[in-house]
Each structure stands twice: as structure tokens, then as C-alpha cells.
């Protein structure tokens, strides 16, 4: 197959069970450009994504390459036509070297044995020539996130793409990496590759592309070359009306202390240290901000809080008692909601109806139960009603909750954490993956909470989120509290600063 | 209301079409065995429904089938596989047995709780042995279960043969390894006369199976079990310790085997021996699968494969087809439910079918 | 005891440990590729059931042995086919449906063994192979060079599997669609037909170790001639942490404490015999209490692949 000069897809449409993912989308990307498909979290991006690259099959649609017609009915045929990927959840095998992950792709002449040197020798080149610098006889488990998305982008490059698709390529990454990444970009375009770059912040894509796609509930709602267009612009866009961030009210009088980390150490699961040393105090009425690149140790701290996590050194008081390494149960009883990263799978029970969901924390006490009954009238009138003040969007109280979309799921979470009128909130990532309205509400739901003089740890990789809603934040880096700072002092190159390591004034 | 009708009508459907497809594929093996598939299939499943004795037997083999095909559920329901039902029988067989000789005069209204007592606390035990392994050690319970059945089996029939042996199988040196005849006052009442062996048991069956219903959905103890069985992580974040109740559940689970255990000696054979547990504990898999894993589901679904077992074991005596042809079935009715559950699930695939049925009908 | 009669027990517990793991080699080699593919194949144990019973049959009434393992084999190759079919193509849960296929490898076997045996018989069974000077050495001749030829397959299995596994581009599709399939897909890897090429080939290693049991070792049938073996091998994939020599370690290991069990039991002990044949799967049953490590297992073990899943 020749190079590809130019890249269209049109008029695709792709049906799921009960959504239209893409509704005629037409898409054309040439060489040496960057075309930003820009859209809100399930605007159709990775699904038409995932259609060029071969993983979805389009219910109608032409995928057009160089002007000819081309079939793409796996990632094998995407990847000889010249499209590399490099997806937002790094396909990547953990368990197995660089090399090997590169080798998978690869068609060996012999049944019987691999060139595994071959290979690397290859790899070695085309990193030294990207100034990539990865050791492929790293197994890809002892990389790190960064060196990972490396890898994806070797990967690519050596199966000879010349077109890249990258799906929320900074998502995962520091800001410092980000810049290394877009100068990286800036010097593969001019050599002729074209390059399809999907995210949902608008700095980064005024910054990087030529031209824009926008997505909106699966349907292109606007093209344009960057230079005719603004940041404004394409927020409304994206959101099909005005986007007002809501005006929060700072606050100055904030409550004693109620929960307060003390050298707290704790190890992950694979018997690592994952806190070091952590030192946090939340006041009453206070939203305190955690910002960071994710997988710094907010899952650990989280979850050291909430008693989920055993932590081996240090102490964690509430309400002045320690709870460190106290039951999940003893804790929740004293007061403290948690809102997980995992909403599916931790914040609910997927197969359980939205009303057993809705009690998953209070099915214990009165009125709900009664010695061990469960009182059913109870629970029906508390859940119908629960349901509609908090505008949980489910055909009834006995749909599975699996059924609900994202946003629905995460008002329901909310919503049972915040009727418990605990004294403490744990929001980690609250709205990752959720649509402007329910984020809108969301953060509403969250400073009225803490009006009524709930503290609160926020934990959110959105800058934006962070500054807009936090009254301190405190940025965590490698597994340690880097600095706490006042909202009012954070401006975001400070916040990407610290979050990168880099502690003014302590070089 | 209604939409529970069609949910249950659906089950069924799909059900029966499973069942038919483990028979068409049962009807190859007997195609490449010589056998005429409908002389077999006839008898196994006309026989057994056309006499008093046929009802009567599946009515006898239905009931431990209900128990252990309950006790299924439940380690189901909690994400367990325990296919350790066998020895969990023989063990609460040879318990329940031996309590049952201990306490001769005891009044009836009293005795047969106990031996009921004894018969699940230690298949619960030998069932939380291996739920404790997982919990704990993360074993993979049906090869720790598998491995307790070879283990029960040996100690039960040291049992049988030696300490708990009929004193009279010695004095008459016949050495038949079996215990001495229940005292009267520890055996189930035949129903009806005329020499059938149905018995009391069932209503003790029948009773257990609503409590247990009751126990899963109405109780805060069954609201942590299932919530521990749908997503661990979730019941963790919940506050419910997941190890406890993955324990409780295969205890549980093992008590039910070991009333199905119980019921047999005290109800049907009136003395422990060899042979007692049937396979029951592999066919109270299917029952359970048939059941939908729903204690009330498993009644008529123990009675159905009851009523199989009996006509296997009729189509031996009358057309002398092998009768371990319906474990093979079986085998095959396992396979065509779970896999009929991706039809199920998939609502793409569910409409479709759906839309089918009510164009044909 | 002389050194000397200890020496020669010791060599004849070995000799024997040799043989019987052979068949353990044959079944846990052929799960480990299947459960490196992300498959659980519980049904080991129906399809050895199934393997022994052809394999014994076609050897008894056709008076071939060979002919009885090829067609045993091929056998396991249905029965792989058949698990495939409802665990990778139908998504069924794994766990379940290998119950399924024991309980049916299980009633087929004990219905056609009625139906066309019916009673204890048996055969001459597989001889074992003289090689020549070799099986004339003092000791070793004895120990490694006196076996049946599908003790010696079973071993050369071991360096086979290894390689394939580790050194060719099918083994290095095989550990990624097991791990993470998504990633193996993305790079052009056919993922469920690599799972149907790991069952079944792991269903025909499976059958071939039942055959072993009934042509090469026990020369006779009988329904409980698999006696759990096909659980057993399963455990000493978890026990061999899904590595080829750590499976042969597993099934001489086993062997040899069983074939010690054997020998004190036989020595006249006052054990109970009950007891002493609880003994190896008390062992199985240890050896998975101790040997429970979480990373080892491929991560994507009994999930099945869609490629349209959104997840």
C-alpha cells in the first residue's frame, strides 16, 4: 500500500444496544496535519476511533484512503494500510517484554522460531532516531505511565504508520511530558505523517492542531481550520449551548479540623509503598483539592480514609478518634462517605437493583431493618423518593443498575452518600466520564454540602474542577504531599509544576 | 406482576429448549452406540410419569435433589462453585446417622431436629473447609471441593465399614458395610402406604427452601451474601467483611448437602450405606442451574430431575439402556444453560428472540 | 533396613513415580496451554474418562493399541472442540461448563463401557521399549530406560512445551491472549482462534493421558480408572504456576510422595487403608493451599473476549 496522503470516513453510523454511538460522521485527515476530534465523554470519538482502527464493524459507512475505497475489518488490516493507534487504555501486554509486545504484530518466516534480536535492534534505532529512549527488554509492567504511551508510539512506528491516531494521549501524563509529547508531534508531521488527535481540553488542541472536528451526541456539529476559531467557541460547541462555570463563593471561616493524616505510610497491593509520610488536615466546611497525575497514591489515600486500605505506620483521626486501620463498617457508622474512582464496580453492585444500591450503606440500621428483617415498604417509598430528588434517571427502582448510564450511576452513588449527611466525604474523580449537566450538578450537590459544613477531600486529575471548587489543595506527587496551597495563590503552570515534582524555590 | 409472568414464561422457554438440545445431542451418542435414541428417551421420560411408583420415587429423589440443588444456589449466588455436594452428603449421611443411634428414646418432635442439626452442621463444615480455603488462601474451590469428595468418601465408608458397622452384620459375619436399622422414633413417616417410599421429608424440604428464599431477599444477612456474591469489591466498599460471608455461604451451602445427607438416611434407607448419595451432588448442579439459582425455582426443578433419575434408572431395568446415559445428559443440560446465557443477557439477542416467539405465535 | 534394600526401594519408588506421572504430565501440560489462552477447562477429568475408554475399547476389540490412542485422541479433540465451542464462541462461564463436559465425558464413558464391555477385561498393554545397551545399564537402565514409549512423549513434552511457549511467535500470541487479549487483538492476533487451538490441543494431551491410564498402565477399564487424576492435573498447573517445568516438578513430586504412601501401605502398616488413599488428594489439597501466588495466573483466565465490548 502506498503512503497515505489523505484519509476520509464518511457517513459512518454505528448502533450499540439501545444508543447510536455515530450518527453519519464523516471525518478527513491528510498528511502532515493535525486534525483534533474534539468532543465531550461519549460523543462518538472512540467509537469512530475504534471503527478506522478495525475493532468495531460501522453499521453503513465508507472508510476512503488516498481516495480509494478500503475494507477495514481488523486492527491487522488497519495496521498494514499504515494507521497506527494508540488508545487511551495503552494496549499493551503487561506481562510480556517490549520487544515481544512489538513482535506480536509481527509475521515471522519461520513457524518455528522469532528474530526477537532482530526486533530489538530495530526498536533501538527507532527510538534512538524519536529520541524515545525505552529499554525493550523492559517487561512493560515495570514501565511507567508515560513510557508506556512510548511504547504505543514505537509500536506504530514500526509497523510504518502514517497515520496516528492518539485517544487522550496527555490524559495520564504530566505536564511536562505533555510538552515533550507535542514537540515530538510537531517534528513527525513535518516528515509527513498526519495525525488524528482526540481530547476534550481546549488549550491542548488550540495549541497542537490545524484543523478541528467536532462531535456532539455522535454527529459532526462543527468543522474548522484552528486559526478561525477560539477557546469559547469550541466549548460551546462541544456543550450545543453557553457554558457558565459556576461562580463559587469563596469562603474564609472554615471549621476545626475533622480529619487529620499523620505520617501516614501504606503499601499497595503488590507490596510497594504507595503513601509515604502523608500529612493532610480537612477542616469542616472545607473542600480540600488533591491534584496530581493519577496513580501518585490517590488511590491509597482514599482509601486509607475510608478504611479500605491498611496503612502500617502514622494515624488517621476523625472527629478526634483515630480510625487507621479501623473496619470499613465502624467507619462508614461514624460518618464518612466515599465516592470511588470505580463507580461500576466499587460505588455500586452492577447486578443489584438502583433501590438495593440505593441502601448498599444503610440497609443495616432502622427504619431500613429491624433486627435482621429488611422493611420493604420502607426501602420502596425511601428509594422512590431518593430517585427523584436527586433526579436519578432509571426506568423504575428495580432496573439493574448495569442498565444506567454513567451519569445516572454516579447521581445515584451521590446521591446515597450525601443522604447519609455523613461528616466527611471522600470524592475521588467525581466527574470522570460524565456529561456537562450531571457535572454541572454534581459540583452543585458538592459545595452545598460543604455550606452545610461538611469537610471534604477532593480527589480530581481537572485542573479546572480543582481551582473552581477547592478551598486549599494539596498536590501529591510519588506518593508524598508535595505542598498544600490556598486556591487563591494556585494559578494552573504552578499546580503543573508541582505536579511534575518541581518545588519552587526548593532547587 | 406481568412483567415477572414473562420473565418466568422466558425462563421456562429457554430452559426447555436447552433441555431439548442436551437430548438431541444425547440422541448422537446413542445413534453411535446402536441404541434407538426414542426406545431411550421413552422410557426415561414417559415411564416415570405413568405409574404411582415412577411419581412417587421422583417425588423421593426430588428431595435431595431440592436440598443440595438450594445449597448450589446459594455458593452460587456468592460466585462458588461447589461441586463438593457428594461429600458433603456422606458426611451429614454418616453424622446424622450416628446421631440418630445415639439418642434411641428421645421423643420424635425432638430427635429429628438434632439429627437435622448434626447432619447440616457438619456438611457445613466440610463445605466452609473449602470456602475457608478460598477466602483465605484464594484456592480454587471446585478442585479443593473435588478433593474433599474423594476424602469424604473414603472416611464414610471407614465408617460404614468399621466403628459405626451394624453390630448384626459381624454376629452374622455377612460384613454388608452398613449401619443398624434408625430407631423408629428418628425416621420420617411414610405418605401414602401400598409400599412407596415417599416421606415426611418433604414437607421439611418444602420448608426450608421458603426459609432459605426468605433468608436471601428479606433478611440484611442475605443482602450482604448476594451483595458479596455480585461484586466483592463493591460489598467490601460497603463496609461487609467479603471473606466472612464467602465462608457463611459454601457453610451454607455444604449444611444443605448435608440435610439432603440426613433426609436419606432418616426418610428412605433408615441406615447409612454405600451408594447413598446418588451423584446427587453433581445432579443438584443442574437442578440448581435450572432453577435459576432461586430457591423457590429449584422445587420444580428437583422434581423434573427427579423424575429423570427414576426414568433412567426404569429405562435400564426395561430397555437395558445404561442409566449413567443421564449423567451425560446432565453433562450436556449444564452446557446448554450456560451457554443459553448469553442469549439471555444480551439484550441485542434477547429482543431478537423475543421478537421470534411473538411473531409465531 | 541394609543401605542396600533402602537404595533399591528408593530406585523402585522412582522407576514407578516415572511411569504413573506421566499421564499428570500429559493432562496439566495440555490444561496449561489451554488456561495460558485464558480458558479453565474443568473438564479434564470427563475427557480423560473418555480418552481411557476409546483408547481401552478400539485396543480390546481391535486388538490395536495404536489405533486405540489415535482415535482416543481424536476424541479429545471433539470434546475440545466442544468446550471451545460453548467457553470461547457461546462466552459461557468457564467454570460451570467444564463441570458440564466432566459430567458429560463421565455418562458417556460409563454408558458405552455397559453397553459394550460390561465387565472387567483386559489387555496386554503397551510394552515397554528396550534400548538396547541403555536399558542394560546398571540402575539408570531400570529407572530412566526401561519405560513404555509414551512415558518417554510425555517427558519430551516438557522442553517441547517450553519452547513452543516461549520461543515461538504462536506461544508468545498464546501468553498474550491470555493476559491481555484487547492488546493481543490490536496487533492483529486472532484471539479466539488461538483459544480454540489451545482447548483442543489441551483436550487431546488430556486424552491421551486417560488413554496412558487404561492401555499403558492399568491395561483394563473400569468407571473409576480416572480416579480424580484429571482434577489433580489441573491443581499441578496452579501448583507449576502455568510453567512447563514447574508442572514436571509438580507430577514428580506427586508422584513420588504417592508412590511412597503406596509402598508404607503395602509394607504392612495398621493404617486404615481408607486413610492412606485419602493421602494424595490431601496432598493436592496442600499443595494449592501453599502454593497460592496472585500475579502468577494469566490475567484474563476465564473472561471471555468481545471485541465490542464496551467496558
Same mark, same amino acid.
Given at each position: ?23 453519519? &460522521?464523516?471525518?478527513? =485527515? ?98 534512538? +532516531? ?52 507535542? %514537540? ?43 486559526? %478561525? ?91 478526634? $478518634? ?9 467507619? #462508614? ?52 423518593? !431518593?430517585?427523584? $430528588?436527586?433526579? &436519578? ?25 450525601? +443522604? ?88 | ?18 433441555? @431439548?438440545? *442436551? ?39 426430588? #428431595? ?10 446459594? *455458593? ?18 454418616? *453424622? ?42 484464594? &484456592? ?149 442451574? /435450572? ?71 | ?42 473438564? =479434564? ?53 467444564? #463441570? ?10 460409563? !454408558?458405552? /463401557? ?79 482462534? @488461538? ?25 483394563? /477399564? ?51 487403608? $481408607? ?8 496432598? @493436592? ?27
Amino acid at each position: 500500500m502506498d503512503k497515505i496522503k489523505s484519509l476520509e470516513m464518511v457517513n459512518i453510523t454505528k448502533k450499540f444496544p439501545g444508543v447510536i454511538a455515530n450518527k453519519d &460522521v464523516h471525518l478527513k =485527515v491528510e498528511s502532515g496535519e493535525v486534525l483534533a476530534l474534539l468532543g465531550e465523554n461519549g460523543a462518538g470519538k472512540t467509537t469512530l476511533m475504534n471503527i478506522l482502527y478495525g475493532l468495531y464493524h460501522p453499521n453503513s459507512g465508507r472508510i476512503l484512503i488516498n481516495d480509494q475505497e478500503v475494507k477495514i475489518d481488523s486492527p491487522k488490516k488497519a495496521l498494514d494500510l499504515g494507521i497506527g493507534m494508540v488508545h487511551q487504555h495503552f494496549m499493551l501486554v503487561p506481562s510480556l517484554t517490549v520487544t515481544e509486545n512489538v513482535a506480536l504484530g509481527i509475521k515471522f518466516k519461520s513457524k518455528f522460531s522469532m528474530d526477537l534480536d532482530n526486533v530489538a535492534q530495530k526498536i533501538k534505532l527507532l527510538s534512538k +532516531k524519536h529520541d524515545l529512549n525505552i529499554d525493550s527488554s523492559l517487561l512493560i509492567s515495570d514501565l511507567s505511565v508515560g513510557e508506556r504511551q512510548k511504547v504505543e508510539i514505537i509500536k506504530a512506528l514500526y509497523f510504518n504508520a502514517n497515520i496516528l491516531v492518539l485517544d487522550e494521549p496527555t490524559a495520564a501524563l504530566t505536564p511536562q511530558e505533555t510538552d515533550d509529547l507535542i %514537540k515530538w508531534l510537531r517534528s513527525v508531521i513535518k516528515e509527513g505523517m498526519g495525525v488524528i488527535f482526540i481530547s476534550h481540553k481546549l488549550n491542548e488542541v488550540m495549541n497542537v492542531s490545524d484543523r478541528v472536528e467536532v462531535l456532539r451526541n455522535g454527529k459532526n456539529v462543527f468543522s474548522t481550520p484552528i486559526s %478561525k476559531t477560539n477557546i469559547n467557541q469550541l466549548a460551546r460547541k462541544m456543550a450545543g449551548h453557553d457554558v457558565e462555570l459556576p461562580t463559587v463563593e469563596r469562603k474564609n471561616k472554615f471549621g476545626n479540623t475533622i480529619i487529620e493524616l499523620e505520617n501516614v505510610w501504606a503499601k499497595n497491593e503488590r507490596g510497594l509503598d504507595a503513601l509515604r509520610g502523608v500529612n493532610l488536615t480537612i477542616r469542616k466546611g472545607e473542600i480540600l483539592g488533591i491534584a496530581g497525575v493519577s496513580g501518585n497514591g490517590q488511590k491509597e489515600l482514599a482509601e486509607s480514609i475510608t478504611g479500605l486500605q491498611k496503612i502500617y505506620k502514622g494515624d488517621i483521626r476523625f472527629k478526634g $478518634e483515630s480510625i487507621a486501620n479501623k473496619s470499613v463498617q465502624s467507619i #462508614i457508622d461514624k460518618g464518612m462517605g466515599y465516592i470511588p474512582e470505580d463507580r461500576l464496580h466499587m460505588g455500586t453492585i452492577p447486578g443489584f437493583k438502583v433501590k438495593e444500591n440505593l441502601i448498599l450503606k444503610d440497609y443495616l440500621r432502622s427504619p431500613f431493618s429491624k433486627i435482621f428483617l429488611l422493611d420493604r415498604t420502607y426501602i420502596k417509598d425511601y428509594c422512590k423518593s !431518593t430517585v427523584d $430528588e436527586y433526579d &436519578v434517571r432509571c426506568p423504575n427502582i428495580n432496573t439493574p443498575t448495569h442498565a444506567l448510564s454513567g451519569g445516572n450511576i454516579q447521581k445515584l452513588i451521590l446521591s446515597r452518600e450525601l +443522604k447519609r449527611e455523613p461528616d466527611a466525604l471522600v470524592a475521588s474523580y467525581p466527574i470522570r466520564g460524565v456529561d456537562i449537566a450531571a457535572v454541572q450538578y454534581i459540583h452543585e450537590k458538592l459545595l452545598e454540602a460543604r455550606d452545610n459544613d461538611m469537610g471534604i477531600l477532593l480527589i480530581t486529575e481537572e485542573l479546572d474542577e480543582l481551582i473552581n471548587l477547592s478551598d486549599r489543595i494539596a498536590v501529591i506527587y510519588e506518593d508524598q504531599i508535595l505542598d498544600v496551597i490556598d486556591t487563591a495563590e494556585a494559578d494552573k503552570s504552578k499546580l503543573g509544576l508541582l505536579m511534575a515534582g518541581i518545588k519552587e524555590g526548593s532547587r | 406482576m406481568r412483567n415477572n409472568i414473562i420473565k418466568i414464561l422466558f425462563n421456562i422457554l429457554v430452559l426447555s429448549i436447552s433441555f @431439548i438440545v *442436551a437430548l438431541l445431542f444425547g440422541s448422537i451418542i446413542l445413534l453411535i452406540a446402536g441404541v434407538n435414541p426414542l426406545v431411550a428417551y421413552q422410557a426415561m421420560i414417559i415411564r416415570p410419569i405413568s405409574s404411582v411408583y415412577g411419581l412417587s420415587e421422583a417425588l423421593v429423589r426430588s #428431595i435431595p435433589l431440592m436440598m443440595v440443588g438450594i445449597g448450589i444456589s446459594i *455458593a452460587f449466588r456468592s460466585k462458588m462453585i461447589n461441586i463438593g455436594g457428594e461429600g458433603q452428603i456422606q458426611l451429614g449421611a454418616v *453424622a446424622a446417622g450416628a446421631a440418630a443411634l445415639a439418642i434411641p428414646g428421645v421423643p420424635k418432635a425432638i430427635a429429628i431436629p438434632i439429627i437435622i442439626l448434626v447432619g447440616f452442621t457438619v456438611g457445613g463444615i466440610w463445605g466452609g473447609i473449602a470456602g475457608w480455603m478460598k477466602a483465605k488462601l484464594s &484456592v480454587n474451590e471446585v478442585l479443593s471441593t473435588v478433593m474433599l469428595n474423594y476424602i469424604a468418601f473414603q472416611l464414610y465408608l471407614f465408617l460404614i465399614r468399621g466403628p459405626l458397622i451394624d453390630p448384626s452384620e459381624i454376629a452374622w459375619g455377612t460384613g454388608v458395610p452398613q449401619t443398624a436399622r434408625m430407631p423408629d422414633s428418628t425416621i420420617f413417616e411414610r405418605l401414602i402406604q401400598q409400599g412407596q417410599r415417599i416421606h415426611s421429608g418433604i414437607f421439611i424440604a418444602l420448608i426450608i427452601a421458603i426459609l432459605v428464599y426468605f433468608l436471601l431477599w428479606r433478611t440484611t444477612f442475605g443482602f450482604r451474601l448476594r451483595a458479596v456474591g455480585e461484586e466483592p469489591k463493591a460489598a467490601n466498599y460497603a463496609g461487609i467483611k467479603v471473606d466472612k460471608y464467602l465462608i457463611l455461604a459454601m457453610v451454607l451451602s455444604g449444611g444443605m448437602a448435608g440435610i439432603a445427607g440426613t433426609i436419606e438416611v432418616i426418610g428412605v434407607h433408615h441406615r447409612v450405606l454405600e451408594g447413598l448419595s446418588a451423584n446427587y451432588g453433581f445432579s443438584g448442579i443442574v437442578v440448581a442451574l /435450572f432453577g435459576r439459582l432461586h430457591p423457590i425455582g429449584v422445587i420444580p426443578a428437583s422434581f423434573f430431575f427427579g423424575l429423570l433419575l427414576i426414568g433412567a434408572e426404569m429405562m435400564q431395568r426395561a430397555v437395558n439402556i445404561p442409566s449413567a446415559l443421564v449423567i451425560s445428559i446432565q453433562g450436556l443440560v449444564i452446557l446448554a444453560v450456560v451457554s443459553s446465557n448469553l442469549l439471555l443477557e444480551n439484550p441485542k439477542y434477547r429482543k431478537k428472540f423475543l421478537g421470534f416467539l411473538m411473531q409465531n405465535n | 533396613m541394609a543401605i542396600n534394600e533402602i537404595l533399591n526401594l528408593i530406585l523402585r519408588i522412582l522407576t514407578v513415580a516415572i511411569a504413573v506421572s506421566a499421564p499428570y504430565l500429559f493432562a496439566a501440560i495440555g490444561e496449561m496451554f489451554s488456561q495460558k489462552s485464558g480458558v479453565l477447562n474443568l473438564g =479434564v477429568e470427563g475427557i480423560m474418562m473418555l480418552g481411557a475408554f476409546v483408547a481401552f475399547y478400539f485396543a480390546w476389540a481391535y486388538e490395536s493399541i495404536l489405533l486405540g490412542i489415535i482415535l482416543a485422541v481424536f476424541v479429545g479433540a471433539l470434546m475440545g472442540l466442544l468446550m471451545s465451542f460453548v467457553s470461547v464462541t457461546l462466552k459461557a462461564k468457564q467454570g460451570i461448563s467444564g #463441570i458440564g463436559l466432566y459430567m458429560f465425558g463421565w455418562g458417556v464413558a460409563g !454408558t458405552l /463401557f455397559r453397553l459394550f464391555i460390561g465387565g472387567v477385561e483386559d489387555i496386554a498393554g503397551l510394552p515397554n521399549l528396550h534400548l538396547g545397551f541403555l536399558s542394560e545399564l546398571p540402575i539408570l537402565g531400570k529407572l530412566l530406560f526401561s519405560h513404555n514409549i509414551l512415558v518417554y512423549l510425555a517427558f519430551l513434552l516438557v522442553p517441547i512445551s517450553w519452547y513452543v511457549l516461549y520461543k515461538t511467535s504462536w506461544g508468545l500470541k498464546v501468553r498474550a491472549v491470555g493476559s491481555t487479549p484487547r492488546a493481543a487483538d490490536t496487533m492483529g492476533t486472532n484471539v479466539n482462534k @488461538i483459544r480454540y487451538q489451545c482447548v483442543i490441543l489441551g483436550s487431546m494431551l488430556a486424552a491421551l493421558g486417560g488413554a496412558y491410564l487404561s492401555v499403558a498402565q492399568a491395561n483394563m /477399564f473400569a468407571n473409576d480408572l480416572v480416579a480424580g487424576r484429571g482434577f489433580i492435573a489441573v491443581a499441578l498447573v496452579y501448583f507449576g504456576r502455568w510453567k512447563p517445568f514447574g508442572i514436571l516438578k509438580g507430577a514428580m513430586l506427586f508422584s513420588i510422595a504417592n508412590g511412597f504412601q503406596r509402598w508404607y501401605q503395602i509394607s504392612g502398616s495398621t493404617f486404615p487403608y $481408607e486413610v492412606t488413599v485419602i493421602f494424595p488428594y490431601l496432598l @493436592i489439597i496442600i499443595v494449592l493451599a501453599l502454593s497460592h501466588e496472585k500475579f502468577a495466573e494469566p490475567t484474563a483466565l476465564t473472561v471471555p473476549y468481545d471485541r465490542e465490548f464496551k467496558g
